[in-house]
């Protein structure tokens, strides 16, 4: 091996060592740079694919879409195709109008959200029933009665669901109804109280008014009967509810009517009691006589003789008025003739 010293003293030789490290360096450059041209070759084919891909992704989510809203398009024209229908079937709606079946028509109110959801159900359907409307037709009927907040329910439903009466009632239901709130409304109806000044016909209205929503599943016949317990339960009179308990009442108005019978003898007897205060005079502590108190020995003389001056004088012997038996003159003249012949 050529050492340093050698090299030096032979300059060819330190010449040819340059240009093989050179060309060595450049070789080394070179492949270095290539491999760096391979990878970002490779990155750049991968990017492309990659977005190749993510356009392909958009234009298949793009076709879906439009689809979609091609398929919507059509079921939406053949619904109002099939409302118009429909609408051309029905009779004309108005307050009273001619019915084939009935003579008559009822149109149903409107409903804002504002009212109770059961009641509006309740009366929706007699007028259903009236003018004999199938389920699409009350479906119909019931999406051209909301109006306002109620109105907004469409938006959350479907069109095809707009003539579905369940999928309808459902979401009404949710919206507005009261069952979800059963367990708050026993609760107000367990530990409902009557108020100072209420009377006891309020009292029961409020009563009757929390017992459909505390036991919506319960019989008529058994919510009546609880809500009866519960009005005598919330009584302030701790008198009349124990009076009131011992009659065992089944209905919520016949335990009414118990109590407005004993709060009108209670009313009667204490205008009894008034009475009888203000006539009253109380004796007084210094008695007089053989202990009457001399002014109520004086009252009972003066009540005496008013009796006396009322009431005519009557013989009881001769039957006439204007004088006592023992003035009576035809016995007078009976005791003389007797006197008479016995001597």
Same mark, same amino acid.
């Given at each position: 091996m050529p050492t340093l010293?050698?090299?030096?003293?032979? *300059?060819?030789?330190?010449?040819a060592l340059f240009a093989n490290f050179g060309e060595s360096l450049r070789n080394q450059l070179l492949e270095?740079?290539?491999?760096?041209?391979?990878?970002?070759?490779?990155?750049?084919?991968?990017?492309?694919?990659?977005?190749?891909?993510?356009?392909?992704?958009?234009?298949?989510?793009?076709?879906?879409?439009?689809?979609r809203l091609r398929n919507m398009e059509t079921q939406y024209q053949v619904l109002a195709s099939n409302?118009?229908?429909?609408?051309?079937?029905?009779?004309?709606?108005?307050?009273?109008?001619?019915?084939?079946?009935?003579?008559?028509s009822v149109k149903p109110a409107k409903f804002d959200g504002n009212s109770s959801w059961?009641?509006?159900?309740?009366?929706?359907?007699?007028?259903?029933?009236?003018?004999?409307?199938?389920? *699409?037709?009350?479906?119909?009927?019931?999406?051209?009665?909301?109006?306002?907040?109620?109105?907004?329910?469409?938006?959350?439903?479907?069109?095809?669901k707009h003539t579905d009466w369940n999928a309808l009632v459902s979401a009404l239901e949710f919206k507005y109804?009261?069952?979800?709130?059963?367990?708050?409304?026993?609760?107000?109806?367990?530990?409902?109280?009557?108020?100072?000044?209420q009377s006891l016909?309020?009292?029961?209205?409020?009563?009757?008014?929390?017992?459909?929503?505390?036991?919506?599943?319960?019989?008529?016949?058994?919510?009546?009967?609880?809500?009866a317990s519960q009005f005598v339960s919330a009584l302030a009179d701790k008198e009349r509810k124990r009076t009131l308990r011992l009659g065992g009442f089944t209905s919520l108005r016949a335990a009414v009517v118990r109590a407005m019978e004993i709060e009108a003898v209670e009313s009667l007897s204490s205008e009894a009691r008034k009475v009888n205060t203000r006539t009253w005079i109380p004796p007084e502590r210094e008695?007089?006589?053989?202990?009457?108190?001399?002014?109520?020995?004086?009252?009972?003389e003066k009540t005496t003789d008013r009796t006396n001056e009322?009431?005519?004088?009557?013989?009881?012997?001769?039957?006439?008025?204007?004088?006592?038996?023992?003035?009576?003159p035809l016995l007078r003249k009976e005791k003389q003739g007797n006197s008479k012949k016995s001597a």
């Open positions: 010293s050698s090299s030096v003293e032979d *300059p060819g030789r330190l010449e270095q740079r290539q491999a760096f041209e391979d990878r970002f070759d490779q990155e750049r084919a991968l990017n492309l694919q990659k977005e190749a891909a993510e356009r392909d992704a958009l234009a298949q989510k793009d076709d879906t879409l439009e689809n409302l118009t229908d429909l609408c051309a079937r029905l009779p004309t709606t108005s307050d009273v109008t001619s019915n084939i079946d009935l003579d008559y059961e009641e509006y159900k309740i009366q929706f359907q007699t007028i259903a029933r009236i003018n004999g409307w199938d389920e *699409p037709r009350k479906s119909l009927a019931l999406v051209f009665s909301l109006e306002g907040s109620a109105g907004s329910i469409l938006t959350t439903l479907s069109l095809d109804g009261t069952k979800n709130l059963a367990n708050l409304s026993y609760v107000m109806f367990q530990n409902y109280k009557q108020r100072r000044g016909s309020d009292l029961a209205s409020e009563i009757e008014r929390l017992a459909p929503n505390a036991f919506s599943d319960c019989p008529l016949e058994m919510r009546d009967k609880l809500a008695n007089t006589g053989r202990g009457w108190p001399s002014r109520g020995r004086s009252q009972l009322r009431r005519p004088l009557e013989c009881w012997s001769c039957k006439k008025t204007g004088h006592l038996q023992r003035d009576c």
